[in-house]
């Protein structure tokens, strides 16, 4: 139980497009999705917390308007990259708690972006 | 914002020698989790000390928490070339999310 996927698994896009992925938890409801990027063998920086139906909670230096997060449902989440650029090319990653037992993340598999 | 550390960076270690890896913050935790990642994959999460002092053990695994609930450890005794990976630490700070420290890095050569 407590798988959380991500798609697409790697994505390539030219600069300047949106590029949307989605994270679902497929067995069970998340109180709470996290997005998550991480470079190359480093760790992962918190972008943003999101709960179902609420805007989402971004940390210090990350950009609402460029990273738009959406917690549609219980299971769904999605983020956005608006206006992609090189620079935003990295690993994103999701997770989901289920707010029961030790409220642990549970990780998607992640996507790739590779913005040219 | 708070910050959780972690030592070593890179571990690189024979096969069946023992690795150990710190991970510190300067404010007090309400509870630290323990996460591994494999190359390639995502963090699967391994274990959570609540209480002050706490030692948990998972087979060849063994996690603490400092009595003032600043510091933990991960242990893993006669490394085995699965334990290939990098070993994050998640502190969780009171009312707050967890932040993940930098990760350790192991290599396990045969």
């Known amino acids: 139980g407590a798988v959380v996927s991500q798609h697409p698994s790697w994505v390539i896009c030219k600069s300047g497009t949106s590029v949307k992925i989605e994270c679902r938890s497929l067995d069970f409801q998340a109180t709470t999705m996290f997005w998550y990027r991480q470079f190359p063998k480093q760790s992962l920086m918190l972008m943003a917390t999101s709960n179902e139906g609420s805007k989402a909670t971004y940390e210090q230096g990350v950009e609402k308007d460029k990273f738009l997060i959406n917690h549609a449902s219980l299971t769904l989440s999605t983020l956005t990259v608006t206006s992609a650029h090189p620079e935003d090319s990295s690993f994103y990653i999701c997770?989901?708690?289920?707010?029961?037992?030790?409220?642990?993340?549970?990780f998607g598999p992640g996507t790739r972006l590779t913005v040219l | 914002g708070q910050q959780v550390m972690q030592i070593p960076q890179y571990q690189h270690v024979q096969e069946g020698e023992d690795f150990t890896t710190y991970c510190n913050s300067s404010?007090?935790?309400?509870?630290i989790q323990w996460y591994k990642q494999r190359p390639g994959g995502h963090p699967v999460f391994l274990i959570q000390l609540v209480k002050s002092g706490e030692v948990k053990k998972q087979k060849r695994l063994t996690f603490q928490f400092g009595e003032a609930k600043k510091n933990s450890s991960l242990h893993i005794t006669a490394t085995q070339t699965t334990d290939v990976g990098t070993y994050f630490c998640?502190?969780?700070?009171?009312?707050?999310?967890?932040?993940f420290g930098p990760g350790t890095r192991l290599s396990v050569l045969p």
């Open positions: 997770s989901a708690q289920n707010g029961r037992g030790y409220n642990e993340q549970f």
């Open positions: 998640a502190g969780e700070f009171y009312g707050q999310n967890f932040v």
């Open positions: 404010t007090t935790l309400s509870n």
